[in-house]
């Protein structure tokens, strides 16, 4: 009985404490007043009054699946700047206009509204917003199911953006179950588009446009400003922005450019010089290959960035995939079909991959993007060259395939394919992506070719296992219907936009006299200070290492790329910032310990870990991203330590930030460190990444 009482007591004070000290959610009111429908029944705009607006810090949406689907809630958080920046808040009446997009059509649907305060107090509500039939001509709303969405939760997503050009309400979002969730509404029918920034990225009438969920379309530019004539084919994620395959007045299909989210040009590429300049310089003819417009002898038709590398992977309709330098334009490899025209030319042919034995190369490829694992993913049509002569190999089906690259042997080998040797004809368009590792989402476009009637377009899910999750048909006119198609994440939708960083860095480690202290490096890129907590822990460790292991009284000093001393901690209780190192939830758990919050220009910065009076221990240092939405991000991350054995080795942690994926390099440097002056550098590191559940994901030696 004795054992129960401190939980007993906590109950009670927590009790006391609750009804004594009323929250911002008990005080402000938030009433429900109106619902009015949007430009589709997918879109409505749901009115609150507020007693207040300021204690409001954010106000999410949540729609419930309909009974029977195992798809997570169509969901999505504003925060109060964001509605107010967009006009939906009136601080002086309390008026809010909270735009609900993502509702099934002809339907009752549920939706739980959750109100969220400064104080981290939130409480909830629920309606129904019962929307209307939509008469749409693609038959998204109609398909044939090969095979209905199967009651696992495996799959790792449960939208998908369908790219078509069928009607003027392209292009569409479609949930796993097959049931229209959105479509777009700028009376476009263009296949061309992309989901960026929480927003629909599409081109159309000579123009790009920005179409947000909320039904708000904005033109961002017009194709003479950026000096093209055309935008065609596909819209691609790319290093900073959105790459679009185009036309200008002297070359057809065979030049991308970089946009910004605002529509503003970054930078250009064109295929025509990049190639004609590699055969000049290995002494070839670009004339025999390389043709001005109209000709259709590239076909460029989409992009993939790879992050790892800083390289662009180009694919060719007509010849090749090509993989150049983001910033230099320089080939570095060549992945096709070697009967093709492209390898007769010695200046090409020496970029070229090796296949590995049992591999096919990609030919009439369309989608190509990078996976989890580095490898490179396409659908290969099987469709060979239609103004290249020799065309090369034709095949008689479609499929995905995937290839490891080495670049150390120049080969390429295929790993995956699907099916086993394929089954399905789709001679020209469609994609496969994948999504969390293994995940698959796949997209037949053309099913049967252009002379079957009717061809049909298939979208096909599958999970980690291999097992198909889904499986819809629709009938299609050419690639109209589903030209390609990407999986998206609606069920946690943020605005502003929280892109995907590194939120945080820790390591631990033995920390020496001397050079043996505890040093990690990190930049501050963009434009804006960041606002970073530090910490350096010791004793609060003991439960981990034990007591007689940790270093007792851990200090902290930062200093810029100049060596100058930014800050420095020994207690942290005694830093200016304490107070709000503790409202963030950062407070170290014993007063010996170290850490300080500094505002930091962009730029290099190096923090240093020592015991008091040079006394030795196991720490752990530690680096908090604060603006998680400014223009500025930690980068480029680094800790030195030493590194022993059992517990005495070095253990790193970082955080990957909301909404998108992204690609991280990781290394364990030890021989190199010589030249740096380190008298006893780590001969042989091994490296082994661990996700939260402490599952190894990958290992290096």
């Not at 609900?100 to 400064?118: K, P």
């Not at 953006?161 to 796993?176: N, Q, R």
């Not at 790892?308 to 180009?314: F, G, N, R, T």
């Amino acid at each position: 009985m004795k054992a129960l009482l401190p939980s007993l007591v906590l109950a009670i004070l927590t009790f006391s404490f609750n009804d004594t000290f009323a929250t911002q959610a008990d005080e402000t009111t938030v009433t429900i007043t109106g619902q009015t429908a949007g430009p589709t029944p997918f879109i409505h705009q749901v009115d609150l009054l507020a007693s207040e607006t300021s204690p409001l810090k954010s106000i999410r949406f949540a729609i419930m699946p309909k009974i029977g689907s195992v798809t997570r809630p169509l969901s999505g958080t504003y925060t109060n700047d964001y509605l107010t920046d967009r006009g939906y808040v009136n601080a002086d009446t309390g008026d809010i206009f909270l735009p609900v997009w993502g509702l099934y059509s002809d339907f009752a649907n549920t939706v739980t509204l959750t109100y969220f305060f400064n104080d981290g107090s939130s409480k909830n509500d629920t309606l129904t917003i019962t929307t209307d039939a939509f008469d749409e001509p693609c038959g998204y709303q109609s398909p044939t199911v090969l095979q209905a969405r199967t009651d696992t939760t495996s799959l790792s997503y449960d939208y998908m953006l369908v790219k078509g050009a069928c009607s003027e309400f392209s292009p569409a979002i479609i949930d796993t179950d097959g049931a229209l969730r959105w479509v777009g509404i700028a009376g476009v029918s263009r296949y061309n588009s992309a989901f960026f920034d929480n927003a629909i990225y599409q081109a159309g009438n000579g123009v790009l446009l920005r179409v947000d969920l909320d039904g708000t379309v904005t033109t961002l530019a017009a194709n003479g400003d950026y000096g093209i004539t055309f935008i065609h084919h596909n819209i691609d994620r790319g290093k900073l922005g959105l790459i679009l395959d185009v036309d200008t007045a002297t070359q057809f299909e065979s030049v991308n450019i970089e946009v910004d989210a605002a529509g503003n040009l970054l930078k250009t590429w064109n295929l025509a010089q990049i190639i004609s300049d590699a055969m000049i310089a290995g002494g070839d003819d670009p004339s025999q290959f390389v043709y001005p417009s109209p000709t259709d002898w590239f076909h460029n038709n989409s992009v993939t960035y790879n992050r790892a590398d800083d390289s662009l992977v180009i694919s060719s309709r007509e010849n090749f995939l090509i993989c150049i330098d983001y910033e230099t334009a320089e080939i570095k490899w060549i992945l096709g079909d070697r009967t093709k025209k492209w390898f007769l030319f010695p200046s090409l042919a020496k970029y070229a991959l090796t296949l590995a034995s049992g591999s096919l190369p990609p030919i009439g490829q369309h989608a190509p993007s990078v996976t989890y694992d580095q490898g490179l993913l396409v659908l290969d049509n099987g469709q060979n060259s239609g103004f290249q002569v020799p065309p090369g190999i034709l095949r008689t089906f479609a499929s995905p395939r995937k290839y490891q690259i080495d670049l150390t042997t120049m080969t390429a080998t295929e790993v995956w394919n699907y099916p086993l040797n394929g089954t399905v004809y789709s001679p020209f368009c469609g994609s496969v992506y994948e999504d969390a590792p293994l995940n698959y989402l796949i997209d037949y476009a053309l099913v049967g070719g252009p002379g079957a009637s009717p061809p049909f377009a298939q979208l096909l899910g599958l999970d980690a296992s291999g097992e198909t999750v889904f499986y819809y048909q629709y009938v299609t006119d050419s690639c109209d219907t589903a030209f390609n198609s990407i999986p998206l994440h609606l069920e946690s939708t943020k605005f502003p936009t929280v892109m995907a960083r590194n939120l945080n860095i820790s390591t631990r480690g033995n920390v020496g006299p001397g050079d043996d202290a505890l040093i990690g490096g990190f930049i501050v890129t963009g434009t804006e200070p960041q606002t970073i907590i530090f910490r350096a822990l010791g004793p609060s460790l003991g439960a981990l290492v034990g007591n007689s292991a940790t270093l007792a009284d851990p200090n902290l000093t930062i200093f810029d790329s100049s060596g100058a001393e930014v800050a420095s901690n020994d207690d942290w209780e005694s830093d200016p910032g304490a107070g709000q190192i503790t409202a963030e939830g950062f407070a170290p758990g014993d007063p010996a310990e170290a850490a300080t919050i500094q505002t930091l220009e962009p730029g290099a910065y190096t923090f240093v870990v020592r015991g008091k009076d040079e006394v030795p221990g196991i720490a752990l240092v530690e680096a908090y991203d604060l603006s998680p939405l400014a223009d500025s991000k930690l980068a480029n991350i680094s800790t030195r330590g030493l590194v022993g054995t059992g517990d005495n080795v070095l253990i790193s942690g970082f955080i990957v930030g909301e909404v998108d994926s992204t690609t991280v390099v990781l290394r364990a440097i030890g021989p190199s460190l010589a030249a740096t002056g380190i008298a006893a550098p780590l001969a042989d590191p091994s490296l082994e990444v661990f996700d939260a559940n402490g599952t190894s994901i990958a290992t290096n030696d």
